[in-house]
């Protein structure tokens, strides 16, 4: 797992904390944006997983 892939992941769990919070109060706006950064997370951590995967066959 390399530093990418770590703030992704980190950006994942941000997500999921704003969108309860968002759910929890009602705000729509919040929970959107946590959705979205959730999202964001998961992309980030399949495309670090790619980009990991040739370095592993060369070695």
Not at 15 to 28: I, Q, R, S
Request: hydrophobic share 15%; aromatic share 0%; no cysteine.
């Amino acid at each position: 797992m390399n530093k990418n892939q770590v703030q992704d992941q980190a950006n994942k769990e941000k997500g999921k904390v704003k969108e309860a919070g968002g759910k929890t109060t009602g705000d729509k706006s919040t929970e959107q944006k946590g959705k979205s950064g959730k999202q964001s997370g998961k992309s980030g951590a399949v495309l670090g997983e790619i980009n990991d995967d040739p370095k592993k066959k060369s070695k």
